[in-house]
């Protein structure tokens, strides 16, 4: 074949995914930025029950990410990426007063009716997670038909403050829209990968995430599919998983109801259902892309959807990248 092993690799290999077997070799890089955004109305409750948000909620986040990935030699890979991160929840105000009947001309049921009115909106803009990572290959270099890399993940949280609940410990509302968990994990991951065909690619990996003072520990995972169609087009498809396999500490107390469709004017106190609130999450997102690439730049187009989980909401998220490689 007229074409080397690397550039083979370098046509059908998403080089904006984080995750890779194939390190980059000796002074090769990447530098990538990206931005999604995602959408949802429905959740999974930490029971496992899937319903809508109660009060019409809606919630939307914006990320824009930038990353890089460097290979310090044919084997050893490092890189990070920084997250900047938009988080929004609207929901419609409830009253859980007494109803107040005021008599003519008298304002004070006015004012005892507004102070009544809870809203349940929050926002919160700033500074997300930070992610590194070594990643080193331990298969043959001259196979680049398979790959194996054994990687160490960091992520760092960047001082927003950790969800507590829908309640703070002294009983006032708490910010529970947050830019993360405020949780530092460290995550070990076997990344394999295999070129059956010049043109098709597999790919996989599976770890085991530490998560550090209190939260339940996670197995994580995911697998990509994909192959190259004409000079330049990549489509693919897979999925990435995180699974809570451990009870983490509970951290507050969140408000759930049973009746999520019961509309705003008719909601009371005795629709909320008081219940301990832990930072464990499972969750299943299948996503599908679209991968324009080229000899110096690449260009993405995603689709990702919280398919199932515990502890998350159904999220649908479009995601737009770019990145150059030299």
């Known amino acids: 074949m007229a074409r080397t092993p690397w550039l083979i690799l370098l046509a059908l290999l998403p080089a904006t995914a984080l995750a890779s077997p194939w390190t980059l070799g000796k002074a090769r890089g990447v530098v990538g930025v990206s931005s999604d955004v995602g959408l949802a109305d429905r959740e999974y409750l930490i029971s496992g029950e899937f319903q809508k948000f109660p009060l019409r909620g809606r919630f939307f986040g914006a990320n824009l990410r930038a990353g890089v990935r460097y290979g310090i030699t044919n084997r050893l890979e490092i890189g990070g990426r920084l997250t900047l991160a938009h988080v929004s929840y609207e929901a419609d105000e409830i009253f859980l007063g007494e109803p107040v009947t005021p008599a003519v001309g008298d304002l004070t049921g006015e004012g005892q009716l ?6 349940l909106d929050r926002r919160a803009t700033g500074l997300g997670d ?3 990572h070594v990643r080193f290959k331990i298969t043959p270099l001259d196979l680049w038909q398979f790959s194996a890399a054994p990687e160490l993940q960091l992520k760092i949280p960047t001082g927003y403050a950790q969800p507590q609940g829908t309640f703070a410990d002294d009983g006032t509302n708490a910010d529970d829209v ?15 990968g295999v070129i ?15 998560r550090l003072f209190g939260p ?19 489509p693919y498809a897979g999925s990435d998983f995180e699974h809570t396999f451990t009870e983490g500490k509970v ?4 408000l759930t109801t049973t009746t999520p469709d019961k509309p705003a004017r008719d909601f009371r106190a005795s629709d909320l259902v008081a219940t301990e609130y832990r930072l464990d999450r499972t969750a299943l997102r299948p996503t599908a892309g ?7 730049y690449e260009l993405e187009l995603a689709y990702a959807v919280t398919a199932w989980g515990r502890n998350v909401a159904q999220v649908h998220s479009i995601k737009l990248g770019a990145a150059l490689k030299w």
């Open 196 to 210: 059956p065909h010049p043109r098709f690619f597999a790919r996989g990996d599976i770890g085991y995430r530490l």
């Open 130 to 132: 930070v992610d590194l």
């Open 290 to 296: 679209l991968i324009f690439s080229f000899e110096k």
């Open 114 to 119: 507004v102070d009544s009115l809870v809203s």
């Open 251 to 254: 951290v507050g107390v969140s």
């Open 216 to 234: 339940g520990q996670q197995v994580v995972g995911g697998l990509r599919l994909g192959g190259k169609i004409g000079p330049f087009l990549i």
């Open 178 to 192: 947050t830019l993360g968990d405020g949780q530092f994990d460290a995550t070990l991951r076997m990344h394999a």
